[in-house]
């Protein structure tokens, strides 16, 4: 999806979004240790094991359980070819085809389950189809896994940025989460994506980090051909 397309989605998005606004523990993100964690068959993280459960929308995911499931897809095989999985979603959405927003979302979602637009959308979906209580399942996942972002950093510096593994998931957070209106500039800065925005209430800097090591690093192995 182009910049224009993750604009128009965050629009739509922004309308059925809440953000915490209470101090939060913050998550250690250590990814050799994640990987370590969700490889390992005989524990309680292995990927497949906690993928059937969030799948199954289990309430008893823990925020760490969460962050394995989140940043564990990166290390899943079908990451890479998942990260443009949704880029028919933001016209679909712009339609109120809500039928056809809801199927588009179900096979997003079975690409990339951790998809933050396709679990937004098909809340949204569900829920002008009438369909309450399905439609809180996804908004719930949708809050959990944004809450693993905004408590995986302060965003201050590279050092300390607010992980991703997605370059869309940067501006949900920018737009829904952080209520941005205005990005002034956005540049590399070693394995971070840097902006500089306009201060929000959500959001007292005029700079912020994000941390998309995972993507970079994975991109840089599948063009030298290592797994």
């Known amino acids: 999806m182009n910049r224009k397309g993750i604009t128009l989605l965050i ?20 990814y050799k240790e994640i990987e370590r964690r ?20 289990d309430k008893t995911l823990t925020p760490e359980e969460y962050m394995l499931i989140y940043y564990g897809f990166s290390f899943q095989n079908t990451y890479l ?23 588009e979302c179900e096979r997003v979602l079975q690409i990339n389950p ?58 949900n957070m920018l737009y829904s989460y952080f209520d941005v209106e205005k990005i002034h500039g956005q540049k590399l800065v070693g394995l971070c994506d840097y902006f ?12 912020i980090y994000f941390d998309i090591s995972r993507k970079l690093i994975a991109t840089q192995k599948r063009l030298e051909g290592k797994k």
Request: proline share 2%; hydrophobic share 40%.
């Open 81 to 103: 070819s998942a990260q443009n999985a949704d880029g028919k979603l933001a016209e679909i959405a712009k339609s109120k085809d809500y039928k056809k927003l809801i199927a």
């Open 114 to 171: 951790v998809s933050l637009s396709a679990n937004n959308l098909m809340a949204m979906a569900l829920f002008e189809s009438k369909k309450t209580e399905e439609g809180l399942k996804y908004q719930n996942r949708y809050r959990a896994i944004r809450k693993t972002i905004a408590t995986s950093g302060d965003g201050r510096s590279c050092e300390t940025a607010l992980k991703v593994i997605f370059i869309a998931d940067e501006y």
């Open 38 to 57: 969700i490889q390992d068959k005989n524990k309680d993280s292995h990927y497949p094991k906690l993928l059937k459960r969030y799948n199954a929308f």
């Open 11 to 30: 629009t739509i998005l922004a309308l059925f979004s809440t953000r915490l606004l209470v101090a939060q523990v913050m998550l250690k993100v250590d």
């Open 196 to 207: 500089e925005v306009d201060p929000t209430q959500y959001l007292q800097a005029k700079d």
